[in-house]
């Protein structure tokens, strides 16, 4: 995985510009957004009376990393009706995956650029 992986589902660009382009912050971020991946998915489901809250902290984190199409869906599952809350928890947990695909590729990048020095 590399840069060239990333389909700009996280708009790093953001990050950069709020942690002044630092990768020790950016790999610490980016880090805890993986580590945090893991705690919401199993609450992404309606049967799980948590997701609402889930929704509404993937919509925070998404939107500090840059995944500003993530945050929408997260607002989007946290807001919507009970419902169509089945629909729009799936489409959250593809945008997550999306997101946590380009935050790998980001992250071997920066590896990468590390061992080279």
């Known amino acids: 995985m590399a ?4 389909s700009g589902a996280v708009e790093f660009s953001r990050l950069e510009a ?5 990768a ?13 991946a893991q705690l ?9 009376e948590g997701w609402r809250d ?11 990393i840059g995944a500003m199409k993530l945050s929408e869906l997260a607002h989007a599952a946290e807001h919507g009706d009970v419902e169509g809350a089945p629909t729009r928890l799936e ?6 995956d999306e997101a946590l695909m ?7 990048e920066l590896q990468l650029k590390s061992l080279k020095g």
């Not at 919401?40 to 799980?48: D, I, K, Q, Y």
């Open 3 to 6: 840069r060239r992986d990333l």
């Open 54 to 64: 889930a929704a509404h902290t993937i919509k925070g984190a998404a939107s500090g």
């Open 91 to 96: 489409r959250l947990k593809t945008g997550l």
């Open 102 to 108: 380009d935050v790998s590729a980001y992250l071997h």
């Open 18 to 22: 709020f942690t002044l382009n630092d």
């Open 40 to 48: 919401w998915t199993p609450l992404l489901e309606v049967s799980h």
């Open 24 to 36: 020790v912050v950016i790999e610490e971020v980016l880090n805890l957004f993986q580590q945090q």
